[in-house]
């Protein structure tokens, strides 16, 4: 069956803030200049928002300039943050809250909402297609198609394959999609911006990119204890226990709930830590507690987010087009946002795309999108700011976070010197021999629950009977090797429950089982096998969670 094809100005794979933020531009701009573009948006998620999750607290700075009467167009930024707490966690019993006037003045969120990103990006799908963008959710992008040196475009996953790869009933190939520009905006390491980066060198010169993982859940809760516009910061306890570094965040949104979450760096040693169960630990401590108790858990989710800041940005250029948002890694760490700098990548990617087209350039590299970065106050920001990673990751929370205070606070600047961390995440895992072994208690399903519950309520599914999107280089490995150096951390490090060595039916031993069904599209297992063997590719479009609210 031959595949079909179409054909548009501009093709933007992502429906997250980037890629929204860049096609609803690109429209503005032609229809400001009275021409006729064709823009597509793909998604591969079953809806607009579906696989969208961020903690979020929203700096509408990027919103505000796409959108300035956002307000009256019924933008969903409904909870106006009202007061910071920040509390170092000594232990699992104690706190101490940090003053105000030592907090790092990025981590100060007035000004700033409370919001639902996913609810946010249903919306800026809603004012694109009144632009005229096309917008299609449920078509996952598995291939970029490059000819002579150039991306053309990308092709659409097939459906209808079987696990064994024959085709059902029903099979109907991918789609080719071309463009004259191509917008990759896939969020924290998409696996086609992965490609780009290794396949056109952007990355050469550059610090690897580091990660965390956001594991995020939301809760109804008792209206006693609700305080609309409250921002809870932690730092310390439990991941201080393990010599890992991260911290977690609770908001007080609207409707009597509360998101509540915990980011632990990727770039942790012990391959005994579990990053799910440190959270579920973490609700146990009173400062946390005190919000939950009482209340009643109403979604889960979990998604790699991109720390490398500054000193690993690729190069976002290429031929045939732009890698923007998370997929380049534009989040500020330093102030736990990358919404606002998401969708301003994207519209200074939208300026550059109109430009080139108005030129009548199809195809070329945009080479002038690093001046027009450079001009930015993104890339202010993000300069500025890249300290703020490598400090946390060389000294710890509260020597990283003196460094921080120092420069934000005091120079009102950065340091006339960079820090520099070199150290992949993948290759800070130590032997598990080496290492303390970490106990976790059980979950009491009042505030801690288990994962498969947790995946449960994540509304994650995918077509049972299709290949296995996570792909094993050497399927040897796993048992191999990972098994007796480090306990096989897959076990722990996925926070869906996709990893497990079990004893085989036959009798033969141990094997390990990847179920795929349970996969919240987090990307961790991508990011953090230490022998780099799991490739996550894009299953059915469609598949995955579907995430409410988050």
């Known amino acids: 069956m031959e595949r079909e094809s179409m054909e548009f100005d501009v093709l933007i794979v992502g429906g997250g803030p980037a890629g929204l933020s860049a096609a609803c531009r690109v429209m503005q701009l032609a229809q400001e200049a009275g021409e006729e573009l064709t823009v597509c948006v793909v998604e591969k998620g079953s809806e607009i928002g579906a696989h969208i ?21 019924g933008a969903p930024l ?60 449920g078509f996952a992008a598995s291939e970029t198609i490059i000819e002579d040196g150039q991306v053309k475009g990308i092709i659409t996953g097939d459906m209808g394959v079987a696990r064994d790869g024959s085709q059902k009933d029903g099979y109907m190939p991918g789609m080719e999609l071309r463009a004259k520009y191509t917008l990759f905006t896939e969020g924290c390491r998409g696996h086609l911006g992965k490609r780009l980066i290794s396949d056109f060198k952007l990355d050469e010169g550059k610090d690897p990119q580091h990660y965390g993982i956001g594991i995020k859940e939301l809760w109804d809760i008792d209206p006693a204890k609700h305080e609309p516009g409250l921002v809870v910061h932690t730092t310390g306890w439990p991941l201080n226990e393990s010599g890992s570094t991260g911290g977690s965040f609770l908001y007080h949104l609207e409707n009597g709930q509360v998101y509540v ?39 889960y989710g979990a998604r790699a987010i991109a720390k490398g800041g500054y000193n690993a940005l690729p190069k976002m250029s290429f031929p045939g087009g732009l890698l923007l948002g998370c997929d380049a890694g534009t989040l500020n760490s330093s102030k736990i946002k990358g919404s606002h700098t998401a969708m301003k990548s994207g519209l200074l990617g939208a300026e550059a795309v109109f430009e080139a087209l108005k030129e009548g350039k199809s195809g070329e590299e945009i080479t002038s999108f690093q001046k027009r970065f450079e001009d930015s106050w993104l890339y202010k920001e993000l300069y500025a700011e890249r300290n703020f990673g490598p400090a946390m990751h060389k000294f710890g929370n509260i020597v990283g976070g003196a460094i921080a205070f120092f420069e934000q606070n005091i120079l009102r600047g950065s340091l006339p010197i960079t820090f520099r961390d070199t150290t ?45 999107h996570l792909k094993l280089t050497d399927p040897d490995i796993p048992l191999k090797d990972n098994l007796p150096k480090f306990d096989e951390p897959a076990q722990r490090y996925c926070p869906a429950g996709v990893y497990e060595v079990v004893e085989a039916e036959d009798g033969s031993g141990k094997k390990f ?38």
């Not at 915990?262 to 946390?288: A, W």
């Not at 507690?289 to 979604?299: C, D, I, Q, S």
């Not at 349970?518 to 961790?524: A, E, F, I, L, Q």
């Open 424 to 468: 992949p995440d993948y290759a800070t895992m130590k032997p598990a021999s080496e290492c303390k072994k970490v106990t976790y208690p059980k979950p009491d399903n009042k505030l801690t629950f288990d994962r498969l519950s947790s995946v449960f309520i994540s509304n994650t599914n995918h077509e049972e009977d299709q290949p296995v």
């Open 53 to 73: 999750l961020a903690g979020t607290v929203f700096e509408p700075t990027a919103l505000n300039e796409l959108f300035p009467d956002w307000k009256e167009k």
């Open 513 to 550: 089982q990847i179920n795929a069904q349970n996969c919240v599209h987090c990307k961790t297992c991508d990011i953090k096998d230490p022998a780099q063997n799991i490739t996550w590719v894009t299953p059915e479009g469609g598949g995955g969670p579907n995430y409410p609210n988050m």
């Open 78 to 137: 409904n909870t106006p943050v009202t007061r910071d707490d920040i509390f170092l966690l000594k232990n699992q019993e104690k706190a101490t809250k940090v003053p105000n006037a030592f907090v790092p003045k990025n981590m100060h969120n007035h000004g700033n909402y409370i919001i639902s990103l996913g609810n946010l990006c249903r919306w800026l799908a809603e004012q694109a297609e009144q632009l005229g963008v096309e917008v299609y959710p």
């Open 261 to 299: 979450g915990l980011i632990t760096d990727l770039s942790y040693s012990n391959p005994h830590l579990s990053p799910f169960e440190e959270f579920q630990r973490l609700k146990h401590h009173p400062e946390v507690k005190k919000y939950l108790e009482g209340g009643k858990r109403v979604a």
